[in-house]
């Protein structure tokens, strides 16, 4: 049974730093891409990076470039997103998910305000 639990959303300050994890079980991390998404209230989910299986390749959304890393550590099963000049604009649920699939996590919740 696949499960991607998210954690270490909160309330920071603009400019301000996160990092959220990801941790993935049931299914064979090593071999498959992942994704981040965010949600905002009132607009559709937005894919923000993806790094592929190997970790070779990383791939982000143009609004994040230059502030957001994705990672993985594939010995732990765990994908992060380390999110730095945080933005209000920014605030929103986030989700990992594996890409293509209908599998997502219950999504952490990020709010940057002062």
């Known amino acids: 049974q696949v499960q991607l639990v998210e954690s270490g959303g909160g309330l920071v300050q603009p400019g301000g730093s996160l990092r959220l994890s990801c941790a993935a079980s049931?299914?064979?991390?090593?071999?498959?891409?992942m994704s981040w998404y965010r949600q905002a209230p009132g607009k559709e989910r937005e894919l923000v990076a993806t790094i592929t299986s190997a970790g070779g390749r990383l791939t982000y959304a143009d609004s994040v470039k230059g502030r957001f890393t994705i990672s993985r550590d594939n010995a732990k099963n765990t994908v992060y997103l380390h999110m730095n000049n945080l933005k209000p604009e920014d605030t929103a649920v986030y989700y990992c998910s594996i890409p293509y699939s209908d599998y997502w996590g219950q999504g952490t919740q990020v709010t940057v305000s002062s």
């Open positions: 049931g299914f064979t991390f090593s071999s498959y891409a």
